[in-house]
């Protein structure tokens, strides 16, 4: 299929490739050199190295498959009334290649759930050394007991290639880069735009479609909550983001010690709000790399949308 027959930019594939080869990964405020984040890959490197000859790594492996089911409701002004009650499933930062055993612990918690829509906000893989196509297979058996009864829907990541893109489509998921689609339920519209990573691979197309959907109520799946404040100015009343595993490693009570956003860092945990605007920041259902986890849960999220009264 090409890429207009998905509603795609033709000129995405290789505006993407541009950066992914480059020497600067780009954000909404800018180019920044590639070596910053070589540099932090390293220090994580070295963390691991010493975290592993240390009891607390098979802790912080075990603390990693310990996954949680987060439900929840959002109010959302001007819902149409046929979408009261809506459901949605919220998955993001997989990266099960990373650490496979959360495939099955996956499939045990969401094992016969019932939604009207999936949506995966980004970063399927995880390890750059593992085949794209293994990622995405990971993902659909974790995902393999869900029943959804309208689209699958998903976008890409800073650590997903242009090649995941394609990847995904061929197992049943419809990928939204930087396009808004409309689900319909009897005269009732609600708009959903998706839009590739902002958080390293920004360009303008990305705020173009974020300002190109017209319907009155609209939802923003973005990997980063790095867009929220264009978001909200420009109307969305929700606003799916992922991209921090909620700090993966944090502080008691957890608090991250990272947040690895460039700007927005408000919306760096859970539910946050920016004007009239709800986010939600999911933890993410998988790690990176080391694979442990302190102080943070992996989650799926469950999120049922209410009408405001």
């Not at 010493?50 to 929840?72: I, S």
């Not at 016969?112 to 085949?131: K, M």
């Not at 197992?171 to 990573?197: A, H, K, P, Y």
Request: aromatic content about 6%.
């Amino acid at each position: 299929m090409t890429d207009a027959a998905r509603g795609r930019d033709p000129h995405w594939a290789a505006a993407r490739r541009r950066i992914e080869q480059g020497d600067h990964l780009c954000g909404p405020d800018g180019p920044r050199p590639r070596r910053r984040k070589a540099i932090f890959t390293r220090l994580l490197d070295l963390f691991a190295w010493g975290l592993k000859r240390t009891p607390l790594y098979r802790r912080g492996v075990h603390n990693a498959l310990d996954l949680r089911r987060t439900e929840f409701e959002v109010a959302i002004p001007g819902l149409p009334p046929a979408f009261d009650g809506y459901r949605i499933l919220h998955v993001s930062d997989t990266h099960l290649d990373v650490l496979p055993d959360l495939v099955p612990a996956a499939h045990r918690l969401l094992d016969g759930v019932e939604v009207d829509l999936l949506a995966v906000t980004g970063d399927v893989h995880g390890d750059h050394h593992a085949p794209v196509a293994a990622s995405a297979g990971h993902l659909v058996a974790a995902l393999r007991g869900v029943l959804v009864d309208g689209p699958r829907l998903a976008i890409l990541g800073n650590h997903d290639s242009e090649a995941m893109a394609d990847t995904l489509e061929r197992l049943g998921f419809d990928v939204l880069i930087n396009r808004s689609i409309v689900i319909e339920r009897g005269r009732d519209r609600l708009g959903i735009t998706g839009l590739d990573d902002v958080n390293s691979f920004y360009t303008e197309a990305a705020r173009r479609a974020l300002d190109g959907s017209s319907e009155a109520c609209r939802i923003a799946l973005i990997h980063s909550a790095e867009m929220a404040d264009h978001a909200a100015e420009a109307g969305y009343a929700l606003y799916l983001a992922g991209h921090t595993h909620g700090g993966q490693i944090c502080l008691p009570g957890g608090r991250p010690v990272f947040s690895t956003l460039t700007r927005c860092h408000h919306g760096a945990v859970g539910l946050w709000r920016h004007g009239t605007m709800t986010g939600y920041t999911n933890s993410g259902l998988g790690v990176a790399y080391p694979p442990v986890r302190f102080n943070c849960r992996g989650e799926v999220a469950i999120i049922t949308l209410r009408g405001v009264a």
